[in-house]
């Protein structure tokens, strides 16, 4: 086992769950050991996490499987949590996608995919090849960085953002949203890190934070 990753990881399970956005119910973390076919696993309820592979063959449960797949589809990606506060959950229960209200929000989170459209390892890439970093459905959300510390950004990103946007909507008014060519530059810059950090990994390295909004 990666002691420092492992160690990572029991951070980030205590982080998220201060702040109510990892339950029991379904939460599972993991992250990507580099220069192997393996990834730490950690439950809600788990002692220490886990090392298990991330290859075609059967992971012990769905959760772990459907974390498997989307490391296989996607090099750049170092770190997935199957978590979310209630306005994630909220969101996840809907079949709509996030509106992109915050320039933050594009530059990590990227497009918002539905879990109800992914049924198979082809329609999951499919799903991934917008770089996107957010897919939910089903009342669960899983969220995706290059290593341990983006993904808890990240999980804690969108409960803002689907928090603002859910309470937005409920009012009525038109939601503003973050014009096309902000948008465009923001997910250029998130496309460019998430091949540095496939670069990376591919050279049996962790993935670096980035340095510049």
């Known amino acids: 086992m990666d002691?420092?990753?492992?160690?990572?990881?029991?951070q980030a399970r205590a982080r998220l769950a201060r702040q109510d956005l990892f339950e029991v119910a379904y939460g599972l973390l993991s992250v990507r050991i580099?220069?192997?076919g393996d990834a730490l696993f950690l439950a809600f309820d788990?002692?220490?996490?886990?090392?298990?592979?991330?290859?075609?063959?059967?992971?012990?449960c769905e959760a772990r499987a459907l974390h498997a797949?989307?490391?296989r589809a996607r090099a750049d990606v170092g770190s997935i949590a199957t978590a979310g506060g209630k306005f994630t959950r909220a969101l996840a229960?809907?079949?709509?996608?996030?509106?992109?209200?915050?320039?933050?929000?594009?530059?990590?989170?990227?497009?918002?995919?539905?879990f109800a459209r992914v049924g198979s390892p082809d329609s999951l890439r499919l799903a991934l090849a917008g770089h996107g970093n957010v897919l939910a459905g089903k009342g669960t959300a899983i969220v995706l960085g290059v290593n341990c510390r983006r993904m808890v950004f990240n999980v804690e990103l969108l409960e803002k953002c689907a928090k603002?946007?859910?309470?937005?909507?409920?009012?009525?008014?038109?939601?503003s949203t973050i014009p096309w060519w902000v948008r465009r530059i923001a997910h250029g810059r998130l496309v460019r890190e998430e091949k540095r950090a496939a670069a990376r990994f591919a050279a049996g390295l962790l993935p670096e934070d980035a340095k510049a909004y």
């Open 3 to 10: 002691l420092p990753l492992a160690e990572d990881l029991k």
């Open 34 to 36: 580099p220069a192997s």
């Open 46 to 60: 788990a002692p220490q996490a886990q090392p298990e592979s991330v290859g075609e063959s059967r992971q012990s």
């Open 69 to 71: 797949q989307i490391y």
């Open 93 to 114: 229960d809907q079949d709509e996608n996030l509106a992109p209200v915050f320039d933050e929000q594009v530059r990590h989170l990227g497009p918002f995919a539905h």
């Open 164 to 175: 603002a946007f859910l309470l937005a909507r409920a009012t009525g008014s038109p939601t």
